[in-house]
């Protein structure tokens, strides 16, 4: 499986963007599908995924939305009411991981190249 992520850019506080991650190859329905992100000097951090249900990390909840359309292998992410500390590099992911591990992205064995996302004050 390929991952390619686009939608990044700059965005003021408050604002909104979206991000897609396509992927090419086999059996994407099979996969489970996850945002990672990673701020300078932090480490890489789960956002949300997908896979039956959502899931989705405390300080995304409530303002990001993860989807995923099948037929066209292609996994979304809403990113509403943007906040400066969400500035990061977002990486999509994909992996047949179980559900109890699904946020770890050690378990991941699939990446996108990442994609810069910028929220100013």
């Known amino acids: 499986v390929q991952l390619q992520a686009s939608g990044g850019g700059l965005v003021q506080a408050g604002g909104s963007l979206r991000l897609s991650c396509t992927a090419s190859?086999?059996?994407?329905?099979?996969?489970?599908v996850a945002w990672f992100r990673q701020a300078p000097g932090k480490e890489r951090e789960f956002v949300a995924a997908?896979?039956?249900?959502?899931y989705y990390a405390d300080s995304v909840k409530g303002r990001f939305t993860i989807s995923r359309d099948n037929a066209k292998k292609t996994v979304y992410l809403q990113m509403n009411n943007l906040k400066p500390e969400d500035t990061a590099v977002y990486y999509c992911?994909?992996?047949?991981?179980?559900?109890?591990?699904?946020?770890?992205?050690?378990?991941?064995?699939?990446w996108g190249q990442g994609t810069q996302v910028t929220v100013s004050s």
């Open positions: 190859g086999h059996a994407f329905v099979n996969y489970a």
């Open positions: 992911a994909a992996s047949m991981v179980i559900l109890s591990a699904i946020r770890r992205s050690d378990m991941y064995n699939y």
């Open positions: 997908h896979k039956q249900y959502t």
